[in-house]
Each structure stands twice: as structure tokens, then as C-alpha cells.
């Protein structure tokens, strides 16, 4: 750890390192705190939380800023999707096919009314309308990503100077606000209908809080997970090359999750291997790989928050997020919990439409993982959310962003 310039310097392995500590910090507060636990708070967002708020106040007391170098953090989301494609079957996928169509649309539908929202409370200030779009889609369903690739060009083309600080504020308490969102969601649904899962599926992430396995997970069944696992991102990361020379740019991590499906449905099942197993899908030790990256993922991005930059923004940001909260929620509850049925997977579907409305993927993910724990697995939401918010999502954004810049 070096101090630069009044910055203290977190190299990577130290900070997964913190991480882990953060994510057992999360679940230690989370036994303590009942609450924490009946709305499915994540561990790593209570931990991450808690990490960000000390930081802040050691920057106040101090002057001294604490910055992490998180190159292994984006490898874990890697890692995380690349598990979530080898748990998908080409079955499940024609099951969700009239499901994901529908979440697309209604989440198309959403994130039009969420730059309409922005717009009108931005209005409501007398700030220019692209401050509203950086508190729309940009940064919320957009995120971190999508709201440090357009500030600049807003701040250019619309003289609008603090546009990068307005972005990442708004991207900030959004994944704030969509980690502490799906649970209570996800719990609501499932405690006002009484809803079970229609079959007791292996768990995607992690295990049941409820019922832990019997199957043992042993070194070898460990490491053939992370081998299949290599391979994928392997092909996934060809497969990129090859999307990004044909002209279009995805993220590292949707390719991969692409690739794990492909190999997971074109390997027969008597395909002779090295290990000498079958294909490790739906495995307890993907499924605990899975938990690992997607647990210390969160906890490291919520960790290295600067909350001490979101101060001087603090009161249009807080309004137009109060708006689109409320927005989000609504259109959760009353459009797609009815559109995907009123069902068990509908739920926990909602719980990850939580993340994906003001937060990110992980943030979906982690949702439904904290509800999936305590309730019932569903293969069907962790298939078809991440396809809708890894994947379609960036797409439409990219022609919906600069049409709502030169249009209002």
C-alpha cells in the first residue's frame, strides 16, 4: 500500500483480500440484525456499506483518500457469468423464451419512463434536461459502465461541466438503493401469495439457507469446475475478438456467458474427459464458485465507494432518485410480477428486476441469490434476467441515450 499525493494505493491482492473480510463483516451484522435477514439484505451489501461509510470517514478525519485497484474484482464477474452459462440448458431456455420476450419489452418500456422521470424532475429544478437523462437510463439501468462512457460526451456537447460526478452519483446510490430494494420485493410477493417453487430445483448460487447438501464437494470436483469453467471463458473471450472485428462491442463477461451455454448444450454427455466426470452443470461446486465470485464481486465494488463525492450533488441526485424509486417499484409490482405470471419464478424474477431498474446485472444476481437462498431456487430467473440485463440492456440503451440527447 503506497500514499501518492494524499491517496492511499490498495493493490489487487490486498484488495480481495479486504473484500473477503468485508463479506464475512456483512454476514456477521446480517446474523445479528434480524430485519437484515427477513427482507434478504445481501452479505456483501451490508459489509460493502458498512467498508464505505468507514473509508469516507477516515478520508473526513484525515484527508487521506483510499483508492482500490480492482482488475481482480472485473476477472470475478467474469467468472460469475461464466458459471451462470454453464448452468443453462437449451431447455430452459424455449421454457423462458415467452418470458424473456416479455421482460424485454416492459424492461424497453421502463426505461423509457425512467429518462421521462429524469427529464421532468430535472425540469422541476430548472437544470438542463441532459442532467435528467444522466439520472435516467444513463446511469441507472445503464450503470457505472454506461454513465463513464456518455458523461464525457454530455459534458461536451451540452456544456454541462460535472457531468462524470453527476453520472457516477446517480450510479452510486442507485446500486445503493437496488441492493436493498429486491429482497423486501422478492420476500412481499412471495409472503402476500404464498408462493413456492413448482419443483425443487438445485441451487444456482450458493446453497440453501434452509436445507445445506449432503453431496460433498471434494478437490478434484472443485477443480474440474474451475477447469470447465477456464474453458468457457477461453472460447468467450475468442468469441469477443470475433463480435468485436465484425463491429460490435459486448462486454467480456456476456460472451462468456454465451459460451458457457454454447459448450453447456453442444457436449454430449458420454464426451469422453480428461477428469474422466461429466460436465460439471448444476453442480454444488459451480454452484459454490458461483457464490464466491458473485459474493466478493459485490462487496468489493460497494466497498470502494467514494461517498464523499456525492455530498455537493446531494439534492437534485436525492430527488430524482426518490422519483425513480418509486417508479421502479410500481412497475415491479403492478406490471412485471403480473406479466410473468404471478408465480413462484415470477418473484424472484422481481427481486432481480430490483437490481436491474436502478442498479446492475450483479446487483440482479445477487438479489435473486439472496431470496433464492432462503426460498427456492429458480432456474428460469437466473436465466432469462441476465440475458435481459447483460445483454439486450447495453443494446438498447446505445440507441436510446443519444436519441433522447438530441431530442429533448
Request: with cysteine.
Given at each position: 500500500m503506497d500514499i501518492i499525493d494524499g491517496v492511499m494505493q490498495i493493490k489487487p491482492f490486498m484488495a480481495v483480500t479486504i473484500g473477503i473480510v468485508v463479506l464475512f463483516l456483512g454476514k456477521r451484522v446480517n446474523d445479528a440484525v434480524k430485519i437484515l435477514r427477513e427482507y434478504s439484505i445481501p452479505e456483501p451489501v451490508t459489509g460493502g456499506l458498512i467498508c464505505s461509510v468507514l473509508i469516507a470517514l477516515i478520508y473526513?478525519?484525515?484527508?487521506?483518500?483510499?483508492?482500490?485497484?480492482l482488475a481482480a474484482r472485473d476477472l470475478l464477474l467474469v467468472y460469475f457469468f461464466t458459471t451462470i452459462g454453464i448452468n443453462s440448458s437449451l431447455k430452459d431456455l424455449l421454457e423462458g423464451g415467452k418470458p424473456l420476450v416479455l421482460l424485454l419489452l416492459i424492461t424497453i418500456g421502463f426505461m423509457v419512463l425512467q429518462n421521462i422521470t429524469g427529464l421532468?424532475?430535472?425540469?422541476?429544478?430548472?437544470?438542463?434536461?441532459?442532467?435528467?437523462?444522466?439520472?435516467?437510463?444513463?446511469?441507472?439501468?445503464?450503470?457505472?459502465?454506461?454513465?463513464?462512457?456518455?458523461?464525457?460526451?454530455?459534458?461536451?456537447?451540452?456544456?454541462?461541466?460535472n457531468a462524470m460526478e453527476i453520472g457516477i452519483a446517480c450510479a452510486t446510490f442507485g446500486l445503493i438503493l437496488a441492493s436493498l430494494m429486491g429482497g423486501p420485493i422478492g420476500k412481499f410477493l412471495i409472503t402476500r401469495y404464498n408462493l413456492k417453487p413448482a419443483v425443487q430445483e438445485s441451487m444456482v448460487v450458493g446453497?440453501?439457507?434452509?436445507?445445506?447438501?449432503?453431496?460433498?464437494?471434494?478437490?478434484?470436483?472443485?477443480?474440474?469446475?474451475?477447469?470447465?469453467?477456464?474453458?468457457?471463458?477461453?472460447?468467450?473471450?475468442?468469441?469477443?475478438?470475433?463480435?468485436?472485428?465484425?463491429g460490435l462491442q459486448l462486454p467480456v463477461f456476456v460472451t462468456c456467458l454465451f459460451a458457457g451455454i454454447i459448450i453447456t448444450n453442444t457436449i454430449p454427455?458420454?464426451?469422453?474427459?480428461?477428469?474422466?466426470?461429466?460436465?460439471?452443470?448444476?453442480?454444488?461446486?459451480?454452484?459454490?464458485?458461483?457464490?464466491?465470485?458473485?459474493?466478493?464481486?459485490?462487496?468489493?465494488?460497494?466497498?470502494?465507494?467514494?461517498?464523499?463525492?456525492?455530498?455537493?450533488?446531494?439534492?437534485?441526485?436525492?430527488?430524482?432518485?426518490?422519483?425513480?424509486?418509486?417508479?421502479?417499484?410500481?412497475?415491479?409490482?403492478?406490471?412485471?410480477?403480473?406479466?410473468?405470471?404471478?408465480?413462484?419464478?415470477?418473484?424472484?424474477?422481481?427481486?432481480?428486476f430490483g437490481g436491474i431498474s436502478l442498479g446492475s446485472t450483479p446487483t440482479a444476481m445477487a438479489n435473486m441469490s439472496a431470496v433464492s437462498k432462503r426460498y427456492g431456487s429458480s432456474h428460469l430467473a437466473f436465466v432469462i434476467v441476465p440475458l435481459v440485463c447483460a445483454f439486450f440492456i447495453d443494446l438498447v440503451n446505445a440507441v436510446m441515450i443519444p436519441f433522447f440527447l438530441s431530442n429533448f
Open positions: 473526513l478525519s484525515t484527508g487521506i483518500e483510499i483508492e482500490f485497484n421532468t424532475v430535472a425540469k422541476l429544478f430548472g437544470l438542463q434536461s441532459q442532467v435528467g437523462l444522466l439520472g435516467g437510463s444513463i446511469s441507472l439501468i445503464g450503470g457505472h459502465g454506461t454513465a463513464i462512457a456518455w458523461a464525457p460526451r454530455v459534458a461536451e456537447g451540452y456544456g454541462i461541466s446453497v440453501s439457507n434452509e436445507k445445506k447438501t449432503d453431496e460433498q464437494i471434494d478437490y478434484l470436483a472443485f477443480l474440474d469446475s474451475i477447469l470447465a469453467i477456464h474453458v468457457c471463458i477461453i472460447f468467450g473471450m475468442l468469441l469477443n475478438e470475433a463480435i468485436e472485428k465484425a454427455k458420454s464426451f469422453p474427459r480428461l477428469t474422466r466426470t461429466k460436465w460439471p452443470s448444476r453442480t454444488p461446486s459451480i454452484a459454490l464458485l458461483a457464490d464466491i465470485s458473485l459474493g466478493t464481486f459485490l462487496a468489493m465494488s460497494l466497498m470502494s465507494m467514494q461517498l464523499w463525492t456525492l455530498v455537493d450533488l446531494a439534492g437534485p441526485i436525492f430527488t430524482i432518485l426518490a422519483a425513480q424509486l418509486v417508479v421502479a417499484v410500481l412497475v415491479t409490482l403492478f406490471i412485471v410480477f403480473p406479466a410473468m405470471g404471478k408465480t413462484y419464478d415470477a418473484a424472484i424474477i422481481c427481486a432481480g
